[in-house]
């Protein structure tokens, strides 16, 4: 499985971005899909995830009612639109994938087996 975020970028605050994720090798519906995101000195953060089969939603307290994480399937790419953007988002954003992960652990880094490079995101105040 190979993952590649991108979309990132320097953005006012209150501005929005859309951050997407192509993925490839045995991903889909199969694989539970998720965004984190990192500042230097923190440990990667969960934003959002993608429930595999189902294709439920999953969103951190800090990021509900700004973020939407979807998924297209046909296009092999997973997308997190977030409005509203404070300079607390300000972080590198990774894509994770994995197909064992049980929900419990759905907002657990360590637990996601496939990562793609970060994408830059810095929030101006």
């Known amino acids: 499985v190979q993952l590649q975020a991108f979309g990132g970028g320097l953005v006012q605050t209150g501005g929005s971005l859309r951050l997407s994720c192509t993925y490839s090798?045995?991903?889909?519906?199969?694989?539970?899909m998720a965004w984190f995101r990192q500042v230097p000195g923190k440990e990667r953060e969960f934003v959002a995830a993608?429930?595999?089969?189902?294709?439920?939603?999953y969103y951190a307290d800090s990021v509900k009612g700004r973020c939407t994480i979807s998924r297209d399937n046909a296009k092999d790419t997973l997308y997190l639109q977030v409005n509203g953007l404070k300079p607390e988002d300000t972080a590198v954003y990774y894509c994770?994938?994995?197909?064992?992960?049980?929900?419990?652990?759905?907002?657990?880094?360590?637990?996601?087996?496939?990562w793609g490079p970060g994408t830059q995101v810095t929030v101006s105040s």
């Open positions: 993608v429930w595999r089969d189902t294709g439920r939603t």
């Open positions: 090798g045995r991903t889909s519906r199969t694989y539970t």
């Open positions: 994770a994938a994995d197909a064992r992960l049980i929900f419990s652990s759905i907002s657990v880094s360590e637990q996601y087996d496939y």
